[in-house]
């Protein structure tokens, strides 16, 4: 089978590096910012150079509001399966359903003796992780009122069964060789390779193995979901050092990842793709760029097999013509500045109002309203997750907005000169390595100007096409985009003039507050008009 069906997740695997501890914490909430799925870290007990990784995940879960977290993987030679299940029981029970259990046998034994665990052959290894499985599955409650398992490596006799998780646990194991891949046909819920250690020609044979072995066990192949933690430099020609070249980096433009993962979905039926960064640029564009063309191209792909001959998807010349598509008078009103949206159960992030400047670059009163969809609709816990995106995306470009302001007020007040601003920046949340006010500008007018651009080539067609009643909100946001990106190309030029010293702050700022009243009310508009119909019609 080359697709499986799994829905598509997106996260990233960061380093646990003890010397930066806040820079870590700060990598996940970047990626929880920007809409990703997973955050996941490195195990390694014996590693004194890294964080340990269930405290690091627990600060994490702390830190973060949806994203789920995972270790990558645990290390089971050096956590005892009992101690882990009650740990990651505990911690989902905590988080509110949001950890898996990536979970490995270990390797490096040398370093693993040297921490007081066992030195495990091969064939060992094998079986300590199959009795590992069983533990952990009966204390979380899945083999009955106590646990039993007389194992050669663990032996557990009449352990009481509990905490039990708040949620089904997924169990995802890092395995290469034959036996181990036979186990997780039989065993696990989820497979997580390291691309790069597995060359994408032998996934096939690596998933046949797999399948055959979950048959045999009376499971269906489609029950174990396919990960992999893989590499990436964005800007470099795609080619012979991606995917396609069998190794485990990908390069290119974000189109470039974008059908390179579609294409591991589709043919070998990869359906997560955790992307190993400690780079905060590279996680926002995996997450906003990235994921959303790969959950298209996939779809797209899942579709049109299904189409029936005769009921072809619409187009964009299907959408009736301008002059019969239903105006603002024609459209029920649903204008909701703030509060909840009835029937959905999500608040969009609401403006207040506020103006910083003196112009105005369009009239609020004249834009269309977006229909109701169903009033009595009733969404599901995934069609609302689809409607959250959006608002979770929109919240993390206004932090970033909020951040600029702060920089740009403490310069102006001689809190900071041009050059201390540096090692202010480094101690914010999406800070990088030799920010500066200028760079740290450009990157957030960047990732504004991505966001649009996706919304513009792609979401906004697609939802005109699914419900031709939106066309004039949808139009109206395209036109909003292009004002937009203009104020944005006016920062740039403000923030050059500052630089070379040609300009003042004050001038800075004044782009800087049109910026602000143009984007906050831009992004309240977009989210009333759009979260509903994003969750009816699963486009973002």
């Given at each position: 089978m080359?697709d499986?069906?799994h829905?598509?997740?997106?996260g990233?695997?960061?380093?646990?590096?003890?010397d930066?501890p806040?820079?870590?914490?700060?990598?996940?909430?970047?990626a929880?910012?920007?809409?990703?799925?997973?955050?996941?870290?490195?195990?390694?007990?014996?590693?004194?150079?890294?964080l340990?990784?269930?405290?690091?995940?627990?600060?994490i879960?702390?830190?973060t509001?949806?994203?789920?977290?995972?270790?990558?993987?645990?290390?089971?030679?050096?956590r005892?399966p009992?101690?882990l299940?009650?740990?990651?029981?505990?911690?989902?029970?905590?988080s509110?359903?949001?950890?898996?259990?990536?979970?490995?046998a270990g390797a490096?034994?040398d370093?693993?003796?040297?921490?007081?665990?066992?030195r495990?052959?091969?064939?060992?290894?094998?079986?300590?992780?199959?009795?590992g499985?069983?533990?952990i599955?009966?204390?979380?409650?899945?083999?009955?009122?106590?646990?039993?398992?007389?194992?050669?490596?663990?032996?557990?006799?009449?352990a009481?069964v509990g905490?039990e998780p708040a949620h089904?646990?997924?169990?995802?194991?890092?395995a290469?060789?034959?036996?181990?891949?036979r186990?997780?046909?039989?065993?696990?819920d989820?497979w997580?390779?390291?691309?790069?250690?597995?060359?994408?020609?032998?996934?096939p044979e690596?998933?046949?193995?797999?399948d055959?072995?979950?048959?045999?066990?009376?499971?269906?192949?489609?029950?174990?979901?396919?990960?992999?933690?893989?590499s990436?430099?964005?800007g470099?020609?795609?080619?012979g050092g991606?995917?396609?070249?069998?190794?485990?980096?990908?390069?290119?433009?974000?189109?470039?990842?974008a059908?390179?993962?579609?294409?591991?979905?589709?043919t070998?039926?990869l359906?997560?793709?955790?992307?190993?960064t400690?780079?905060?640029t590279?996680?926002?564009?995996?997450?906003?760029?990235?994921?959303?063309?790969?959950r298209?191209?996939?779809?797209?792909?899942?579709?049109r097999?299904?189409?029936?001959?005769?009921?072809?998807?619409?187009?964009?010349?299907?959408?009736?013509?301008?002059?019969?598509?239903p105006?603002?008078?024609?459209?029920?009103?649903?204008?909701?500045?703030?509060?909840?949206?009835?029937?959905l159960?999500?608040?969009?992030?609401p403006?207040d109002?506020?103006?910083?400047?003196?112009?105005a670059?369009?009239?609020e009163?004249?834009r269309?309203?977006?229909?109701?969809?169903d009033?009595?609709r009733?969404?599901?816990r995934?069609?609302?997750?689809?409607?959250?995106?959006?608002?979770?995306?929109?919240?993390?470009?206004?932090?970033?907005?909020?951040?600029?302001r702060?920089?740009?007020?403490?310069v102006?007040?001689?809190?900071?000169?041009?050059?201390?601003?540096?090692?202010?920046?480094?101690e914010?949340?999406?800070?990088?390595n030799?920010w500066t006010?200028?760079t740290?500008?450009e990157?957030?007018?960047?990732?504004?100007?991505?966001?649009?651009?996706?919304?513009d080539a792609?979401?906004?067609?697609?939802?005109?096409?699914?419900?031709?009643?939106?066309a004039p909100?949808?139009l109206?946001?395209?036109e909003?985009?292009k004002?937009i990106?203009e104020?944005?190309?006016?920062?740039?030029?403000?923030l050059?003039?500052?630089v070379?010293?040609?300009g003042?702050?004050?001038?800075l700022?004044?782009?800087v507050?049109?910026?602000?009243?143009?984007?906050l009310?831009?992004?309240?508009?977009?989210?009333?008009?759009?979260?509903e119909?994003l969750?009816?019609?699963g486009?973002?």
């Amino acid at each position: 089978m080359a697709d499986y069906g799994h829905e598509l997740l997106f996260g990233t695997f960061v380093t646990p590096r003890a010397d930066a501890p806040e820079r870590v914490v700060a990598l996940a909430q970047i990626a929880d910012q920007a809409g990703l799925d997973l955050v996941t870290a490195q195990d390694h007990p014996y590693q004194a150079g890294f964080l340990d990784t269930w405290t690091l995940l627990s600060m994490i879960v702390g830190r973060t509001e949806r994203i789920r977290v995972s270790p990558n993987v645990a290390n089971l030679p050096l956590r005892p399966p009992a101690v882990l299940a009650r740990s990651a029981a505990s911690l989902d029970l905590l988080s509110g359903g949001r950890v898996e259990l990536g979970l490995g046998a270990g390797a490096f034994w040398d370093a693993i003796a040297a921490n007081g665990g066992p030195r495990r052959t091969p064939a060992e290894s094998v079986e300590a992780l199959e009795e590992g499985i069983a533990v952990i599955r009966g204390i979380w409650g899945q083999a009955g009122p106590s646990v039993r398992v007389d194992g050669k490596h663990y032996q557990v006799r009449g352990a009481k069964v509990g905490p039990e998780p708040a949620h089904d646990i997924g169990i995802w194991v890092g395995a290469y060789k034959p036996r181990m891949l036979r186990l997780i046909g039989r065993l696990a819920d989820g497979w997580l390779p390291t691309l790069g250690y597995v060359q994408t020609d032998q996934l096939p044979e690596m998933n046949k193995l797999i399948d055959d072995a979950a048959v045999k066990a009376g499971r269906a192949p489609e029950a174990i979901r396919r990960l992999a933690n893989f590499s990436g430099v964005f800007g470099q020609a795609a080619g012979g050092g991606g995917f396609g070249g069998g190794g485990g980096a990908i390069s290119g433009s974000s189109a470039d990842w974008a059908e390179q993962l579609a294409e591991l979905a589709l043919t070998h039926g990869l359906s997560t793709f955790l992307l190993a960064t400690d780079d905060a640029t590279q996680t926002q564009r995996f997450a906003v760029e990235v994921a959303p063309a790969v959950r298209e191209l996939v779809a797209a792909e899942r579709a049109r097999p299904e189409k029936p001959a005769h009921d072809p998807a619409p187009t964009q010349e299907t959408v009736p013509a301008q002059e019969t598509v239903p105006t603002q008078e024609t459209v029920p009103a649903r204008i909701v500045v703030s509060g909840e949206i009835p029937g959905l159960g999500l608040t969009p992030t609401p403006d207040d109002g506020t103006r910083l400047s003196d112009r105005a670059l369009w009239d609020e009163s004249e834009r269309p309203v977006a229909p109701r969809i169903d009033e009595e609709r009733k969404y599901s816990r995934h069609e609302r997750a689809r409607g959250q995106q959006l608002i979770d995306i929109h919240d993390h470009l206004r932090q970033e907005l909020a951040q600029v302001r702060d920089l740009i007020d403490q310069v102006e007040a001689g809190m900071l000169g041009i050059g201390e601003a540096r090692s202010a920046i480094n101690e914010m949340t999406l800070r990088q390595n030799n920010w500066t006010l200028g760079t740290y500008c450009e990157s957030y007018c960047r990732l504004v100007t991505t966001h649009h651009t996706i919304e513009d080539a792609s979401m906004l067609p697609k939802l005109r096409q699914s419900d031709a009643r939106l066309a004039p909100v949808t139009l109206r946001l395209e036109e909003e985009h292009k004002v937009i990106h203009e104020v944005i190309e006016n920062v740039d030029r403000a923030l050059v003039a500052l630089v070379a010293g040609e300009g003042d702050l004050k001038g800075l700022r004044s782009e800087v507050d049109l910026l602000t009243d143009t984007l906050l009310s831009h992004l309240s508009y977009e989210e009333r008009s759009l979260v509903e119909p994003l969750a009816a019609y699963g486009m973002h």
